[in-house]
C-alpha cells in the first residue's frame, strides 16, 4: 500500500467519536445544542484522541424524528445554525487533524419535503414515482402486511393521491422510490454538494431499509422457534414478523455500487452503513461491504448486547467476523444515540462495587479498542453516563412515546453532555435544555474527570491513545487463542509487533495460560500481572503482552 492508499484508507482503523449535536452543546442559549456549540467542544474530542468525528443530521427538518425527516437535504435547520457554521466547523475539525463525517438520510424524506409535496399532487407528475405508491387492497385497507418500526402499518392513505405510501418508519417519513434512477441521481447530487464543501464521509442511516419487494408480497410472520435479531426489543411487535419484503433485499447491493462511485471521485472520502432491523445483522453488514464496489465500512448491533457478554460469545462473534468480513471492514461500537447506554442495558442484571464497575468499563473500551476495523464512540460513554429514567411526560421520542410499555425509550441515552459539574444545567446551556440532565450525570461532568487522574474520562485518553501508538491494533491480523470461561484471549499482529490480549468478562479474578516469551506492554492501571507462564487478571481486569 503506497503512502498515499494508507492515507486515504483512515476509515480501515479510526476511532469515531459520534456527536448527537442536540445534546452536545448549546452555544445560543435555546437549550438545544447546535453547530457553533459542536465546534466549542471539539478540543474535547481531539483531546480524546478520536480521529473522526459523526454527526446526526443538521439539515432542515420538521423535527418529528429529530432530523431523520428531511425536508432540505442542502440547507441547515436553523435551530442548528447556517451553512456558514457547517464551512466553520469543517475548518476547525480539519486543523485539529479530525475527519468529519455526517448522516444521510436518504431511505426516506419528510412529507414536507418538495419533492414529495409533488409525488402526492396526482399520478402523472413529474416526480410520481419518486415515492413508493400502491393502491389499497381489495378491502380498501392497506396494499399488504408490511409494518412500520415505529409501530402500525408500513401504508399511510394519501387523500389528496388517493393511494396508500410506503412508510418504514414515521407516517411523516415516506420511503423514497430507489427503483427510480432519476431518484438516485439526486440524491447522488446531495451527496456531491456536501463532499464539494469538504465532508470526510457518510454514516448513511437505515441503508439496509434502500429496496422493497416491488411485489408487494406479504411478510411472513416469525415462527416461535426463530429468534429475534440481536439487539431487538423482546415485546416489540414490529418484530412479530420476518421482513423479507423491505429488509435487506438483495437488489440493494446494486444500488451501493453508485454510492461507492461517487465516493471514489472524492479520495479519502468513506461511508459508514447503519444496518437496522436484520435478521442476520453482522451477515448483511459483512455483504455490504464486500470489495470494492459496495461500502466502505458498516456497523451493526452485534456488540449492543441486552446481556453481560460471555467470553464464548465474543470468541464466537469474532471468529463469524473472521469468517464473513474476508474482503471488507466491520465497524464496532458498543451504543449509539438508538439504544440504551452500557450501564442501562446491564445494571438489570446486578451490579458490582464502584471499583468493579469501573475496572469493567475500562476492559469493555479496551476490547473495542482491540478490535480489527474502526470503532464508533458515543458520546458521553467515555463519562461513564448511566441511562437516564425519564417520565413519560419528559419524553421527547416519537419512537419511545408510540412504543411505551413495549420499548425503552431512546431519549434515556441522548439528554445532553454534563461538561462543568458546578454549572447551571452541567455548562451544556444558558436555558432550559431540551431534555433534563440526570443529577447523577453532574458529578461524571468533563471538567471533574479531566481533574483527576484515576477517572474513566482520563483511561479512554491514555487508551485511545495507546492504540493510536500500536502497529498491531492497526492492521486486519487477529488469531483466538482458547481459553476458559470467562478469559477472552486473541492475539493480533504478526511478528514482533504482535499483542497478545487478554480480557476477564467475570467479576471475580481469575488466568490463563500464556506461555513463554511474552511481557506485560499494557494494562489499564496496572491490574494485572504475569507469574511465570501464567497472566493473572483481576475482576473485570485486562492486560495486553508483547514479544519479550
Known amino acids: 500500500m503506497t503512502a498515499r492508499e494508507a492515507h486515504d484508507a483512515w476509515w480501515q482503523h479510526a476511532v469515531i467519536y459520534q456527536i448527537y449535536p442536540r445534546s452536545f452543546q448549546d452555544a445560543t442559549g435555546d437549550g438545544i445544542g447546535d453547530l457553533a456549540g459542536v465546534r466549542q467542544r471539539l478540543a474535547h474530542v481531539r483531546e480524546l484522541g478520536a480521529e473522526a468525528v459523526w454527526i446526526c443530521p ?8 429529530f432530523g431523520y425527516d428531511v425536508s432540505d437535504y442542502c440547507a441547515v435547520e436553523p435551530m442548528f445554525g447556517t451553512l456558514a457554521d457547517v464551512d466553520a466547523l ?3 475539525a ?13 431511505n426516506h424524506t419528510s412529507d414536507q419535503h418538495p419533492w414529495f409535496q409533488e409525488s402526492r399532487r396526482d399520478r402523472h407528475n413529474d416526480k410520481a414515482d419518486w415515492y413508493v405508491w400502491a393502491d389499497a387492497a381489495p378491502d380498501g385497507g392497506p396494499p399488504n402486511n408490511w409494518l412500520a418500526t415505529f409501530g402500525g ?5 394519501d387523500d389528496v393521491r388517493r393511494q396508500y405510501y410506503l412508510h418504514n418508519f414515521l407516517v411523516q417519513q415516506p420511503d423514497l422510490n430507489w427503483y427510480n434512477p432519476r431518484v438516485r441521481q439526486a440524491l447522488m447530487q446531495v451527496g456531491r454538494f456536501w463532499l464539494d464543501r469538504g465532508v470526510d ?3 448513511l442511516d437505515v441503508v439496509n431499509f434502500l429496496a422493497h419487494d416491488r411485489t408487494l408480497a406479504d411478510n411472513p410472520r416469525r415462527p416461535p422457534d426463530v429468534p429475534r435479531p440481536a439487539g ?6 414490529y418484530f412479530e414478523y420476518i421482513h423479507t419484503g423491505t429488509v435487506s433485499r438483495p437488489e440493494t447491493l446494486d444500488f451501493l455500487a453508485e454510492i461507492r462511485a461517487l465516493m471514489d471521485e472524492y479520495p479519502g472520502t468513506m461511508t459508514l452503513g447503519e444496518i437496522s432491523g436484520a435478521e442476520d445483522p453482522l451477515g448483511t453488514a459483512a455483504a455490504f461491504v464486500s470489495g470494492r464496489h459496495r461500502l466502505h465500512t458498516a456497523y451493526n448491533s452485534a456488540l449492543i448486547s441486552p446481556m453481560p457478554y460471555s467470553a464464548g460469545y465474543l470468541a464466537q462473534l469474532i471468529g463469524t467476523v473472521l469468517a464473513q468480513f474476508a474482503d471488507g471492514f466491520c465497524c464496532w461500537t458498543l451504543g449509539t444515540h438508538d439504544f440504551p447506554r452500557l450501564k442501562g442495558r446491564w445494571y438489570g442484571h446486578g451490579r458490582h462495587e464502584a471499583v468493579l464497575e469501573k475496572r469493567r468499563e475500562e476492559m469493555l473500551l479496551a476490547l473495542l479498542l482491540a478490535l480489527p476495523g474502526s470503532c464508533c464512540i458515543y458520546q458521553g460513554d467515555e463519562l461513564g453516563l448511566t441511562q437516564a429514567q425519564l417520565s413519560f411526560d419528559q419524553l421527547r421520542d416519537p419512537y419511545g412515546i408510540a412504543n411505551h410499555g413495549s420499548v425503552e425509550s431512546r431519549d434515556g441515552c441522548r439528554t445532553p453532555m454534563p461538561w462543568e459539574a458546578d454549572a447551571p444545567q452541567g455548562g451544556f446551556t444558558t436555558g432550559t435544555p431540551w431534555l433534563p440532565i440526570p443529577a447523577d450525570h453532574l458529578a461524571l461532568a468533563v471538567d471533574r474527570q479531566s481533574r483527576d487522574a484515576d477517572s474513566l474520562l482520563r483511561t479512554y485518553r491514555e487508551l485511545i491513545a495507546w492504540r493510536r501508538a500500536s502497529p498491531s491494533l492497526r ?4 488469531a483466538l487463542i482458547h481459553a476458559e470461561e470467562p478469559v477472552l484471549v486473541f492475539v493480533r499482529g504478526t511478528g514482533a509487533q504482535r499483542l497478545l490480549c487478554a480480557f476477564n468478562l467475570g467479576p471475580q479474578p481469575d488466568g490463563v495460560q500464556v506461555g513463554p516469551g511474552w511481557r506485560i506492554a499494557e494494562s489499564p492501571r496496572h491490574a494485572a500481572e504475569l507469574r511465570g507462564d501464567r497472566l493473572h487478571l483481576p475482576g473485570f481486569g485486562c492486560a495486553f503482552l508483547a514479544p519479550a
Open 58 to 65: 443538521f439539515v432542515r427538518s420538521p423535527m418529528r424524528d
Open 90 to 92: 469543517l475548518a476547525q
Open 94 to 106: 480539519h486543523a485539529l487533524g479530525l475527519r468529519v463525517i455526517i448522516d444521510q438520510v436518504w
Open 153 to 157: 402499518s408500513a401504508w399511510a392513505f
Open 201 to 203: 464521509g457518510f454514516r
Open 232 to 237: 431487538a426489543a423482546p415485546k416489540d411487535p
Open 475 to 478: 492492521t486486519r491480523e487477529i
